[in-house]
């Protein structure tokens, strides 16, 4: 099931950022196959060091490449079905590293299911996020990781309302943890596909469901149901 997963991704298609000999995603996939199918201790670490020395981090500059997204989820399911503790455990810290490291300049977005151009980092938190049941089931490790995932908060925006004060109120639906206000928030329009314009989160009243209720300042004109605010910072960051 892992291999087919692996087999399934154009790997070709998933850029390069860099001109280093061995930071093709190809070499991504091969390295996560050798991890999937590993039975001794060296054949797990000698594909685990070739991941962290190819085009999915780079362990010693604390780089991440734009294939760590396709990456991660299979580093999840090798989490949950891996055939040894140890492809677990190194599955795990491999996927903390893809969400902690900080990606090349102009390498830093990726194209996923339900939005363009979102920042890696976010993609790769709503991928851990979207696992927390294995990774609860997983013990303290596990928790760690969802921690931090939820640090890389995402509004979906339900409907909003502009104010005669020029402020904007919008009912949300929050992922990840309720942040400090004020804050900065990058937006990002669904029906445009338009991303980049910069607002400022005010204030955030947030549920345990994850209902919220924001309210929102530097809104350019109407912001139309089905925009998702991200934190500006992840889109600003880069090695």
């Known amino acids: 099931m892992i291999l087919d997963a692996i087999d399934a991704v154009d790997w070709s298609a998933l850029p390069n950022p860099t001109p280093w000999p061995g930071d093709e995603p190809a070499r991504v996939a091969d390295a996560l196959r050798r991890l999937t199918v590993s039975t001794t201790a060296n054949e797990t670490g000698s594909a685990a060091a ?131 206000t004020p804050a900065e928030a990058e937006v990002h329009t669904a029906a445009s596909g338009d991303t980049g314009a910069i607002l400022r989160v005010e204030s955030l009243t947030a549920d345990a469901s994850g209902a919220a209720c924001v309210q929102l300042a530097d809104v350019r004109g109407v912001l139309p149901s089905g925009s998702v605010l991200y934190d500006a910072e992840c889109g600003r960051r880069e090695h």
Not at 67 to 83: F, K, M, S, W
């Open 50 to 180: 070739a991941l962290e020395g190819s085009g999915f981090t780079c362990g010693h500059a604390a780089m991440v490449f734009p294939a760590a997204y396709r990456a991660t989820a299979i580093l999840l399911d090798l989490v949950e079905h891996g055939r040894r503790p140890r492809i677990k455990a190194v599955a795990l810290s491999l996927v903390f590293d893809a969400l902690c490291f900080s990606p090349l300049a102009g390498h830093n977005r990726v194209d996923t299911p339900y939005g363009t151009d979102v920042p890696l980092c976010c993609a790769i938190a709503r991928q851990i996020r979207s696992r927390a049941g294995v990774l609860l089931a997983y013990g303290i490790h596990g928790k760690h990781l969802l921690a931090q995932a939820a640090l890389h908060w995402r509004l979906a925006v339900e409907e909003a309302e502009s104010q005669p004060d020029g402020s904007t109120t919008a009912l949300a639906t929050l992922e990840g943890v309720p942040f400090a």
